[in-house]
């Protein structure tokens, strides 16, 4: 070795799953011979971390390798996730691409990298999916406020629209015990908010037998962490014993984010959910009456084929009717090998594209009357490390976005706060009380 470092830069496209994931990674790189740098700035080494949630997904995956081999044509440039295990040979086709790891692989890459001194030289790894069985524990420290932490990994659900399954294999989780060493370790950066994240969190136990509301009962105890927040959780996963222990238990955040996908029975039929729309109206309903001033978040997918005016009309009433206090939209997209993609009557983009104007638009209001419902309460808020415009940002625990003047001494705190109006830029003001 010349005892020179090698100058790593790291970029993810994606969810919370691959920010914790890329920030495990990066730590598996021996500081005596690797020395992070930046992106935007040169480096030796580009590791990118994809995303192949939608065709859009895939575009800006593609662009960001490009956008890396432009900056650096020198640079070994290295791509793992999602994209990469589903379409090894499309990404290798790039040129300038060196290696092309799957999600097995991706854990090991400082050890691919070592045996690869110069830039050409290409390799391609990524498992069978019978093989994508591994569970690589993974957690965020780049931000020092909140972690994002995985707890779980892969989905044996079949959504018709979904290649997550095929990307990320089987449903499977790391122990409970070991699981609170890391929100342990985790403390022990200082960090104050633990994001629990996976693909499917509710089906957590599904290779241990264990359950999630066990995990959420040891976590915690962890010391150190004041807040657990749940990411995502499916709505048939979603009990009513998780919502009163979330009641009860004041260090986990009144915040769900469930993924609805449609407010029409026929289409979550095609979709292949697990459930018809009472159901969540039921849970949500559930989570009003525990926790009145939770927030709900829900996702929602447009354009599904076969989707008629009459049906998004259906979930657009369905939705309006909901307490929500804010949706996220996404516009129906085709992916390769599932059986949404074979299915007729597939919506026109312009119209995809006018059914998630209107549901962004509801959303904007949902959130608009939430905020209003909260001003003048008092609350306690996570300030962030970062800096806006002056400004420095934080969140409620039902999940309202404040912000206020830019100070040094409140960075990183959980202070106590009465909520102002919203502002222009949709964020709460407040008061530090
Ligand atoms: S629950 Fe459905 S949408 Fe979610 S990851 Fe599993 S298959 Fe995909």
């Known amino acids: 070795m010349d005892g020179i470092k090698r100058r790593v830069a790291f970029h993810t496209l994606g969810c919370k799953l691959n920010f914790a994931e890329t920030s495990t990674i990066a730590r598996s790189f021996p500081e005596e011979r690797f020395e992070r740098v930046p992106a935007a700035s040169g480096a030796d080494i580009y590791v990118i971390n994809t995303c192949s949630v939608t065709d859009t997904a895939d575009r800006k995956c593609r662009q960001a390798i490009k956008k890396f081999i432009h900056q650096s044509p020198e640079a070994i440039i290295a791509v793992v996730g999602c994209y990469a295990q589903l379409n090894p040979s499309k990404i290798a086709s790039i040129p300038g691409v060196d290696l092309v790891l799957g999600t097995n692989e991706k854990f090991d890459i400082a050890g691919y990298l070592s045996g690869f001194p110069k830039k050409g030289k290409q390799g391609i790894h990524s498992c069978a999916f019978s093989e994508n069985d591994t569970f690589n524990p993974s957690w965020s420290a780049g931000d020092r406020t909140r972690s994002f932490m995985k707890v779980q990994d892969g989905c044996d659900y079949s959504c018709s629209y979904c290649t997550i399954p095929m990307a990320r294999g089987r449903s499977r989780n790391q122990g409970i015990s070991s699981l609170v060493e890391e929100a342990g370790r985790i403390a022990g950066r200082g960090v104050k908010e633990i994001v629990i994240t996976g693909v499917n969190i509710g089906?957590?136990?599904?290779?241990?037998?264990?359950?999630?509301?066990?995990?959420?009962?040891?976590?915690?105890?962890?010391?150190?962490?004041?807040?657990?927040?749940?990411?995502?959780?499916?709505?048939?996963?979603?009990?009513?014993?998780?919502?009163?222990?979330?009641?009860?238990?004041?260090?986990?955040?009144?915040?769900?984010?469930?993924?609805?996908?449609?407010?029409?029975?026929?289409?979550?039929?095609?979709?292949?959910?697990?459930?018809?729309?009472?159901?969540?109206?039921?849970?949500?309903?559930?989570?009003?009456?525990?926790?009145?001033?939770?927030?709900?978040?829900?996702?929602?997918?447009?354009?599904?084929?076969?989707?008629?005016?009459?049906?998004?009309?259906e979930t657009y009433s369905f939705l309006e009717g909901l307490p929500l206090t804010y949706l996220h939209v996404f516009n129906f997209s085709e992916r390769p090998g599932t059986a949404a993609e074979k299915m007729t009557g597939k919506v026109p983009y312009p119209v995809r594209e006018k059914r998630s104007r209107r549901l962004i638009s509801l959303s904007e209001a949902k959130h608009r009357t939430f905020c209003v419902e909260n001003e003048g309460k008092s609350c306690s808020v996570l300030f962030e490390h970062s800096k806006y415009a002056g400004m420095i940002n934080g969140f409620t625990e039902n999940y309202i976005k404040v912000e206020l003047p830019w100070e040094n001494a409140i960075a990183g705190r959980i202070l106590t706060v009465r909520l102002g109006d919203i502002s222009l830029s949709g964020k709460v003001k407040a008061e530090i009380i």
Not at 210 to 234: A, C, M
């Open 203 to 313: 089906d957590f136990g599904r290779s241990t037998g264990e359950s999630f509301i066990s995990l959420l009962r040891e976590l915690v105890k962890t010391d150190g962490i004041e807040r657990f927040r749940i990411s995502s959780i499916e709505p048939n996963l979603l009990t009513n014993e998780l919502i009163s222990l979330t009641a009860s238990e004041p260090k986990i955040m009144p915040h769900f984010h469930i993924p609805l996908q449609s407010g029409c029975d026929r289409i979550l039929a095609l979709m292949k959910r697990r459930y018809r729309r009472e159901l969540f109206a039921e849970r949500v309903a559930s989570i009003k009456s525990f926790l009145p001033g939770a927030g709900i978040g829900a996702d929602v997918i447009v354009g599904f084929p076969g989707e008629t005016d009459e049906d998004f009309e």
